[in-house]
């Protein structure tokens, strides 16, 4: 037998696979854009799908659309969106504008499977891609809220996934509170602060930027779908927006809304901007902690050596037993790919023109492809980055005993200058700063700033020798 059907579309015949579900535009598309050999994300098939599925039981309500055929696109739809035909969704994300391929890739899978299930064979087309699966729609506002359904699709495993990073650095917070150690600034060495102090700063961050998340999450609960091709719903009955904003309402359980005007709702994907800023503010918050625990974890002998990582591989093919901070190299490497998929869309964001936004198609990829990469790279370096760190304390307070900075708890008894005269001659002479204020307490050289008289040892000891309390604030 031939291994390929002829179909037609409005160009003319296509030689179609014969047991591909998909039909003659997504064959041309398949064709067309051989780009980057990738297929679309799980979230945009299941989101395109839903509704497919929602559209054929809405119409079939409104007496637009046959029962039999209404009920035979919802089965399809359902099965296309729980995943059972994945393999036929084709197209790649690189294509042509606005994501007419990606629709009618769905638009014929759904209508062949319905075909199939009333009876018919591949081809067939006893329900049509356009008049019966594509019925009061268009890519132009399909598309738009399938970008948004497929956000909210996977917000709460990211989400989830943002949480438990915060959790994991609140828990090393908690652990840490006694270690004192060199607090850093210009990286140079500063006064005194808590390991846990500095993990706790760790996690509230990250608690913050999924805060941002779900504010910018609320936004994408506003749908345009019903506006057809330019937002003004030809082709869709009246009741048609609202019923399908209930409909796929009642199928998510989330609290989705009609646009309040679907022309912008269709022009513009700000809210999707929005949505990808903030998931490039969590990536640059996780680059610099990620840093920072690369660079606490230095050494062990040359570096600051303060915490380190469980080993996960042999970090050199040269040098035995040498181990990288792996985890957080890759973290830092999974963010910078996400802040380069935020430029692009941010770019083709702007790149709208007049009553439609024609980089849909890559916006939708990218969104996708930034929460799929922050899912997986944050989830596998809170397991086995964060949740493996164990802290050095006897490297951190021996680090701590040379930090002349501690010279800045004498302030309020000597001054700044004669603080600053003390860290120069203990930098000079090799000495501690406890050591040498002491000393010089004991001969009478270190004078109260406001009573002019000699500080006393017991001073000094009171002023240095609590180094927790130097973390804590406070005279």
């Known amino acids: 037998m031939e291994d390929f059907r002829i179909e037609k579309d409005s ?65 399809a739809a359902e099965e296309a969106a729980a995943g059972t035909w994945d393999a036929e969704f084709v ?5 042509a504008g606005a994501g007419t391929s990606h629709n009618m890739n769905a638009n014929e899978v759904i209508a062949n499977r319905a075909t199939q299930l009333m009876g018919g064979t591949l081809g067939e087309y006893r329900v049509s891609p356009n008049d019966d699966v594509n019925m009061a729609q268009s890519t132009n506002d399909v598309i738009p809220c399938a970008i948004r359904l497929g956000i909210l699709w996977r917000l709460d495993e990211l989400l989830s996934t943002v949480g438990g990073l915060g959790q994991a650095l609140a828990e090393k917070a908690d652990e840490w509170d006694g270690v004192i150690k060199s607090g850093r600034t210009h990286l140079q060495d500063a006064v005194p602060l808590r390991l846990g102090q500095e993990f706790g700063a760790y996690a509230e961050a990250v608690r913050h930027d999924r805060e941002r998340l779900v504010a910018a999450g609320q936004a994408l609960l506003r749908l345009g779908i019903g506006g057809t091709a330019t937002g003004t719903g030809l082709n869709a009955h009246p009741e048609y927006a609202r019923r399908m904003v209930k409909r796929l309402a009642e199928r998510t359980g989330w609290k989705l809304q009609e646009a309040g005007n679907r022309f912008e709702s269709m022009q513009s994907m700000a809210d999707v901007a929005q949505f990808s800023g903030s998931m490039r503010t969590l990536a640059l918050t996780l680059v610099r902690i990620a840093n920072d625990l690369r660079l606490l974890a230095s050494g062990p002998a040359s570096g600051f050596d303060e915490i380190r990582f469980a080993p996960v591989q042999p970090g050199s093919s040269i040098m035995p037993g040498k181990v990288n901070p792996s985890m957080a190299e890759m973290l830092d490497m999974a963010m910078f790919h996400v802040i380069g998929l935020d430029t692009a869309i941010a770019l083709a964001t702007q790149a709208g023109q007049l009553e439609l936004n024609v980089m849909l198609p890559m916006i939708a990829n990218d ?56 860290v120069k001659d203990a930098n000079a002479r090799g000495r501690s700063i406890r050591e040498l204020a002491r000393e010089k307490a004991a001969a009478s050289k270190l004078i109260h700033k406001d009573l002019q008289r000699p500080v006393t040892v017991k001073e000094v000891e009171e002023a240095l020798g609590n180094l927790r309390k130097m973390t804590e604030g406070g005279l």
């Open 367 to 422: 969104i996708f492809e930034m929460m799929h990469v922050t899912i997986g790279a944050v989830g596998a370096f809170t397991e086995r980055g964060v949740k493996t760190l164990r802290a050095n304390p006897a490297k951190a307070e021996a680090m701590l005993d040379r930090n002349a900075a501690i010279a800045t708890a004498l302030n309020p008894l000597i001054g700044y200058l004669a603080a600053s005269e003390l």
């Open 11 to 75: 160009l003319g015949e296509v030689r179609v696979p014969r047991n591909a579900f998909y039909g003659a535009q997504t064959r041309r598309a398949a064709e067309n854009f051989p780009i980057t050999g990738k297929r679309p994300y799980r979230a945009f098939i299941w989101s395109v799908a839903v509704i497919k599925s929602a559209a054929a039981e809405v119409n079939g309500a409104l007496g637009l659309l046959d029962a039999a055929k209404s009920a035979a696109i919802v089965r």
């Open 91 to 95: 197209v790649d994300p690189i294509q």
